[in-house]
């Protein structure tokens, strides 16, 4: 039921999809008409209209769990599944391969702003060139109702964060299997020069079959790149990060090693809130032994969480590779999560595809998603073709 004030017709003002909502009044009204062009041309004049009708939207996409189906570009939205500091994810599936999907919207408020703009971009382009297990897979993006949508595989568990939330410390072998999947998807981003600059326990994603994936590459950049704005979260950040200094690689093992931390012990090595104090103990002295608290923690486990956070990144692991090689030591004969073992069977199984060549573009979109789907399994999917005649 509306009331006097409310505001009838901004989303589509804003977004330009047609509505179908009907208003009915029961007294008297006095109604503003406003068509695009003159929203518009109002917006340009007084762009503080167009920030208070996006919060209003930004909200309601918020607050509602489930949205009225909708179509972005092939893909067809349901409900709402997660929310972030600049957009909404959505649960969709595919048109045509009936496959499921989340999609990732930039909040229309952001969508206004250049920077952010340029920024969710560019973690959509940054995981679509990065095929690897344990990064989260980019199929799509689609530019419609003047905002972004980035269209990834839909992940079925719980984020470390949340699973640490309910559980509280991690067993040790469980813990080194999700550091070790974690430092393998950050063999693969370092190795394109890309520093992801926020690893956090709310970027881990466990998936039911214990496979992890590494999330949000939103603030990831090349590597030697500066910012006086620190990015990422605090309680993670590295004293380079802090500071304002040129990131590598190491700035993230350090984000990992005081992950590694709250993951042993329970908690973050500083208690400090006050952020100012805690920026203060991260740039002047490594963090605590976690042996203080836990006597019983591995000592390879150890080891890497204190190589990994040293203040000094010249004194930090000198490429991740060489950090994973401290966390094998824990599994000694075992084998070791995402190490492929000397000798596998092998099973190839062989599908014809029958088609026009008027119908070989749209077969081979298909079949790249279809490839993007299958990769995180470590299905390989090889392609030939042949000419026939009917």
Known sequence: ???????????????????SANVEAQTEMTLWKLDARAFEALADSYPDLRLFLTEIMSKRFETSIFVRDRTIGKYLLSNRIGKGGWG???RGIHNLLKMPVAIKMMKHDMAMEPLFLETFRREAEIIA?????????VYDIEEVYRTIFIVMECLEGVSLKEMMEKAGPIPAERCVNILAQVCAGLICAHSYDIIHRDIKPGNIFLLENDLVKLLDFGLACVSGTKDMNIAGTVYYASPEQIDGRPVDFRSDL?????????MVTGQRPFQEENLAQLMDLYCKY???DPAEIMPEIDQNMREFIRTCT?????????????ARKELMKFYSHRDMPGEASEKKERVVTSLLLFHTPEQQQDLKAALEEFG???????????????SDTY
Do not use: F, W
């Open 88 to 90: 909404i994810v959505y």
């Open 310 to 322: 040293r203040c000094d990144p010249d004194k930090r692991y000198q490429s991740t590779q060489q």
């Open 372 to 386: 993007s789907k299958v990769s995180h399994l470590g299905i390989k999917i090889s392609m030939s073709e042949h």
């Open 1 to 19: 039921m509306l009331k006097a004030g409310d505001i009838v017709g901004e989303m589509s003002v804003l977004t330009g999809e047609p509505r």
């Open 286 to 288: 490594d963090i605590p």
């Open 129 to 137: 060139r990065m095929r690897h297990p344990n990064i989260v897979s």
């Open 254 to 262: 350090y984000s990992l090693g005081i992950m590694a931390y709250e």
